[in-house]
């Protein structure tokens, strides 16, 4: 009982904190940080009144948070760009998947095709998780609640399936970059980037928490898929040693010459008083 018992409370506290996690992550912005050093590019391109105009209207020449549906702008934010305020309160721009696809996607290359399929097929995976996710919610409830060890091994399988997708999410997300940062040779990637901002120390990039986030969330996914799946294991084993004890209850007192068809521990219907 002990086994099976703590490990699927642990399995279960586990499982929510990794499903937290997903959501947040998925949900917030902070996945890919770029930071512009402002008061070095405005020195550069002192006197230029062309190049200036864009350094205060182009969302380029901001630091930003990329997220899966969305850039925010932490600072200021630039004059060109119409920006809502997100749920956490920053100003954001929408990330535009082309759903319905329009002129300007009609106009894309080839490669700029696959980087658009990949960035919605990364939505895409995170849905198949979270569904994943969704069914061994109920698959866990009714493991518990019945003490089934098929629904505690399907449940420790959904949540490997769901770890499995989200990291293949976590994969393609980076592919997507891949593509924006090092294949794409178009306007729209960073090979099209005004020359002032690739400058070494002019624009720094790094992970933010949603994305670090997302990654412990697949792994608590990993580990509950491991815990669900032993203590299933342990259940069964449990259940065994239950059947033999219940077994040596039902075995009958066999008969001494006093009493000869007397069964102490077995009412059955071939139950018999000594005379
Ligand atoms: C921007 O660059 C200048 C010159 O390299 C440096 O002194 C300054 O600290 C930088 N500012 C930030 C916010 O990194």
Redesign the pocket.
């Known amino acids: 009982m002990a086994c099976s018992a703590v490990t699927l409370s642990i399995a279960t506290i586990g499982a929510v904190v990794a499903v937290v996690c997903l959501a947040v992550g998925f949900g917030t912005d902070n996945w890919y940080e770029i930071r512009v050093?402002r008061?070095?590019i405005r020195a550069r391109l002192e006197g230029n009144t062309e190049d200036l105009k864009n350094f205060e209207n182009d969302a380029r020449y901001f630091d930003r948070d990329e997220g899966l549906f969305r850039i925010c702008f932490p600072q200021q934010k630039p004059r060109g760009v119409s920006t809502y305020v997100s749920p956490v309160q920053t100003e954001c721009m929408n990330i535009n998947y082309y759903l319905p696809e329009n002129k300007i996607s009609d106009d894309f290359s080839e490669e700029r095709w696959e980087r658009l399929h990949m960035a919605r097929a990364v939505i895409g995976l995170y849905l198949v998780g979270f569904l994943f996710l969704f069914f061994s919610f109920f698959t866990g409830v009714a493991g518990c609640w019945k003490r089934s060890h098929g629904n505690i091994v399907a449940t420790g399988l959904l949540q490997l399936l769901a770890a499995l997708v989200d990291a293949g999410a976590m994969g393609l997300w980076h592919g997507v970059q891949y593509y924006d940062y090092q294949k794409l040779r178009d306007s729209m990637a960073y090979f099209g980037w005004p020359d002032v901002l690739k400058h070494k120390?002019h624009t720094t990039f790094n992970y933010g928490w949603s994305y670090i986030l997302v990654w412990i969330g697949v792994g608590m996914c990993l580990l509950t898929s491991i815990l669900f799946l032993s203590s299933a294991h342990c259940l069964r084993r449990e259940k065994k040693t239950e059947q033999a004890k219940n077994i040596q209850y039902l075995m009958p007192v066999y008969p001494d010459k006093r009493q000869p068809y007397n069964y102490a521990a077995y009412p059955g219907p071939y139950y018999q008083y000594g005379y």
């Open positions: 050093n008061t070095i120390g």
